[in-house]
């Protein structure tokens, strides 16, 4: 037997995914407070454009210097901070770069977050696990500290509003 109820609330939220769609919020920089992707990925350009995006701050292990995981014995092991996106995104070179990156990923769910002395990581340890809004620049991985094809150099880091975050 049909349960009208059952009915009645996927109807509401077909409605409400509609309006959602039809607002353009499936393509915004930062998906607004309760967004589904629907399975589009959000395009966004390689520095130097400023962008925001939001996710789960996590870290995952991985090896360091000397030698990256060359010598597993010797190496450094590190925690990587890593967004993981809300939704997907597709990076493309920035037109306005004078070095223009030809470097297309498509589908991007993962960056790694590049925190610079004057906003160090440890003031952001508290976040990790929890929902974030992550503002800075999107670059192609080019080193061997690079643990992601796309990384972001952080300008500013904040929990997200509606999502969860330390009290």
Known sequence: MVNPEACRNHVVAAAILAVLFAAGACGAQTPPRGHLSLGRSIQVMYWP????L????????AYGSPGFGEDTARDQQIAVPILR??????????????EPDTTTRDSVTIVQLIFFP???YRKHK??????????G??????TASHYTPV????EKIEPQV??????
């Open 137 to 142: 620049t999107l670059h192609p991985s080019s």
């Open 162 to 167: 509606g999502g969860s975050h330390p009290s």
């Open 118 to 120: 004057e906003n160090p």
């Open 49 to 52: 454009a400023v962008v925001r």
């Open 126 to 135: 508290d976040l990790v696990g929890h929902q974030v809004v992550v503002t």
């Open 151 to 154: 990384i972001l150099w952080v």
């Open 54 to 61: 939001s996710g789960q701050l996590v870290t995952t292990p």
């Open 85 to 98: 996106l809300t939704s997907p995104i597709d990076v493309r070179s920035n037109p306005a770069s004078k």
